[in-house]
Structures are given as structure tokens and as C-alpha cells.
């Protein structure tokens, strides 16, 4: 079994990756989940069984928290957990799009320590430990240095510049939109965007990989009332995300708050 918790993430998500695209392009079998009317497909499926099986099999004292498991108390009481979504942007992968990613990450007293988001369409794969930077394909990743809003790239949906979230006035930023919220936060730590924000609760399994990856980038990550972002909680959920590199972060939360 590989021996340090990052290899262990890299080779879960190559197999996830090799699943997953067998599966793409094929019948899905798509389904709505009841409780929040978001798409399943087969392929998800497929891959959370065998990530659960190989993470399992290799730290069974881990806790677990994916998208496409019963959540359990357990996981509250572990040392370190793994949160992850088998496959972030379903809609995008049923699609037949790209732009679907792998989210992997382990968990410790509430912060993330190791993280992989990885997006086998593109060959891309974006790692971090924590105090040990972040990288994609092997190259150091840092956050974007734009200072200003306006003028600024943001990854949002439409939706995100509604006035009611901009007392301080709503940015002019150039606004691009990617399903998957992991590769959201990638792309900004990649310094491809210089900002995302989504003010929708955020799933944990979506986020706990992308927001190290950010982190180690450089950028602060919190949520949209500039808290700081803990993951295993009772409730798997984080109330938005906010993420940009320091001085950037401070204006939008100026104008958030």
C-alpha cells in the first residue's frame, strides 16, 4: 500500500479516473437524488464503491464522509477523515463535458491536511499538503496577485452578483462559471481567475480539497462573512465559499459585509 497519505490520494483518484472515463459517453443512468434534487449517475457510484474499498483497505482507522455514502456518526470521532466526492459536476459529466473532477482530501481536527483534485478528461492534477504547497502536474501553484475587484476575473454563477449580496456595492468583475466547485478553486490557485465566490452552502466533500489546494496557493478561503472554513462537522456543509488571494479577498469581503 503506498506509504504517505498524498500517493495514497494520487493513485485513488488515477483509479477513479480510469472508472469514471470507462463509464463516459455511455448509458448513466442518471437519477435525482430526493433530498436535493442533484443528478447521480451510475459511474458515481461505481467509483465511490471503489474508493471506499482502496482508502479503506489502506487507512481503515480513517474516518469517511463522500457524497455518495450514508453519512455516520463515526467519522466525528476519528482522527483523521477522508471527505470527498467521487465525481464534483455530475451535470457536467453527464453532459459529456470535462470539466468533472475528482475531489479527494483527509481531514484533521477540522482542517484539511492532504488534498487531490484531479480531472482525468484533462490530465490535470492538482495536489497540496498542508505547509507543503500545492502543485499541478508536478509545478508550484500560486494565487493570482490582482489587488482590485473591479476589473478582476471571478468564477460565480450568475446569480452571485445579485445586489443582496453586495451591500458595498456590486463589483465589476469578468464572471466565467465552471460546474465543479472543486475546479473552481483550483483554477484560482492555478492564478487562471483571480476569484471565486459561491453563496449557496457549500457541501464539505466538494470543497475540503480545493480550499487546501487554495490555501497552499497562497489565497485565503473562508466563507462569504470571512469566517474560517472547518470541515467534519455534524452538518457537512460550509455557508459559501469565498476564495482570492489576500489583498483581493479583504476588498470583495468589504463589500460583502
Request: one cysteine or more.
Amino acid at each position: 500500500m503506498p506509504g504517505s497519505d498524498l500517493t495514497l490520494l494520487i493513485e485513488a483518484a488515477r483509479r477513479a479516473g480510469e472508472i469514471a472515463t470507462a463509464h463516459h459517453g455511455g448509458p448513466l443512468d442518471v437519477r435525482m437524488k430526493a433530498h436535493d434534487n442533484s443528478p447521480v449517475t451510475k459511474a458515481d457510484l461505481a467509483v465511490n464503491v471503489a474508493l471506499e474499498s482502496f482508502l479503506r483497505a489502506a487507512r481503515p482507522d480513517y474516518g469517511w464522509l463522500s457524497e455518495e455514502s450514508p453519512d455516520t456518526d463515526d467519522r466525528l470521532s476519528a482522527e483523521r477523515v477522508f471527505v470527498l466526492d467521487p465525481i464534483d459536476g455530475t451535470r457536467s459529466y453527464a453532459d459529456g463535458s470535462d470539466t468533472w473532477a475528482h475531489s479527494i482530501a483527509v481531514v484533521e481536527a477540522g482542517r484539511p491536511r492532504t488534498a487531490v483534485v484531479y480531472l482525468p478528461m484533462k490530465d490535470r492534477m492538482y495536489i497540496a499538503t498542508r505547509g507543503g504547497g500545492a502543485r499541478l502536474n508536478g509545478v508550484p501553484l500560486r494565487a493570482a496577485q490582482t489587488a482590485e475587484p473591479d476589473g478582476a476575473s471571478l468564477l460565480a454563477t450568475r446569480h452571485s452578483l445579485d445586489t443582496q449580496h453586495w451591500p458595498g456595492g456590486v463589483p465589476d468583475m469578468h464572471r466565467s462559471h465552471r460546474p465543479s466547485l472543486a475546479y473552481r478553486l483550483c483554477l484560482v490557485a492555478e492564478g487562471r481567475y483571480d476569484a471565486m465566490v459561491t453563496f449557496r452552502p457549500a457541501w464539505e466533500w466538494d470543497i475540503a480539497a480545493g480550499a487546501l489546494i487554495m490555501a497552499e496557493a497562497g489565497a485565503t478561503v473562508t466563507d462569504p462573512q470571512g469566517r474560517s472554513l472547518h470541515f467534519n462537522n455534524r452538518h457537512p456543509q460550509t455557508p459559501g465559499v469565498l476564495a482570492a488571494n489576500p489583498t483581493l479577498h479583504a476588498a470583495l469581503l468589504k463589500r460583502m459585509l
